[in-house]
T-cell receptor
Framework: DAGVIQSPRHEVTEMGQEVTLRCKPI?????LFWYRQTMMRGLELLIY??????IDDSGMPEDRFSAKMPNASFSTLKIQPSEPRDSAVYFC???WGQGVTEAFFGQGTRLTVV | AQSVSQHNHHVILSEAASLELGCNYS??????LFWYVQYPGQHLQLLLK??????LVKGIKGFEAEFIKSKFSFNLRKPSVQWSDTAEYFC????????FGAGTTVTVRA
């Protein structure tokens, strides 16, 4: 397996534009997590899914953020409209089963909103 | 609710020095504990994990961690660091969701 795959690796966009980040989890994993990493706030859990169902989205900062998982092999994180304070590295991670197994992280998407 | 706190924000060491990073968690149930490492410009990778059994767990690259239930702690140690250990280290707790501490930046001077 190629691991967790995120795209794009880098995204530069103008304020007000829609941004879509993509994640392909490891095949067979039933948990998927989206994190945001910034210098100021560290690694924040935004939302996680179990069997494609959103379980906890309490970390999603605003209504401008939305996440979907239409099937077991694909998830998106959308920001509409984007703002400069959304600039961060966004990581996707996947895991099999409850917390007894490790989560595997993608390479991240570095988002810059200008 | 589960939460994790890491004691140190930035640690600077010389090569061959010993390293210990503190981590405390709060969670009322059975916990699964992890230490992850993030090398500059890279994604997070697992160093070690604790689920049950021997409270002293050994991970990759000579790292180990000790789970002390009475203190709600899971401290990371390495007897002798190398320059290549320069990275950010994250403690994490998981039952269903996976929550991370703020991270500790470790800088090892050659």
């Amino acid at each position: 397996d190629a691991g967790v795959i995120q795209s794009p690796r880098h995204e530069v966009t103008e304020m007000g534009q829609e941004v879509t980040l993509r994640c392909k989890p490891i095949s067979g994993h039933d948990y998927l997590f989206w994190y945001r990493q910034t210098m100021m706030r560290g690694l924040e859990l935004l939302i996680y899914f179990n069997n494609n169902v959103p379980i906890d989205d309490s970390g999603m900062p605003e209504d401008r953020f939305s996440a979907k998982m239409p099937n077991a092999s694909f998830s998106t994180l959308k920001i509409q409209p984007s703002e400069p304070r959304d600039s961060a590295v966004y990581f996707c991670a996947s895991r099999w089963g409850q917390g007894v197994t490790e989560a595997f992280f993608g390479q991240g998407t570095r988002l810059t909103v200008v | 609710a589960q939460s994790v706190s890491q004691h140190n924000h930035h640690v600077i060491l010389s090569e061959a020095a010993s390293l210990e990073l503190g981590c405390n968690y709060s969670y009322g149930g059975t916990v699964n504990l992890f230490w992850y490492v993030q090398y500059p410009g890279q994604h997070l990778q697992l160093l070690l994990k604790y689920f049950s059994g021997d409270p002293l767990v050994k991970g990759i690259k000579g790292f180990e961690a000790e789970f002390i239930k009475s203190k709600f702690s899971f401290n990371l140690r390495k007897p002798s660091v190398q320059w290549s250990d320069t990275a950010e280290y994250f403690c994490a707790v998981s039952f269903y969701k996976l929550s991370f501490g703020a991270g500790t930046t470790v800088t090892v001077r050659a």
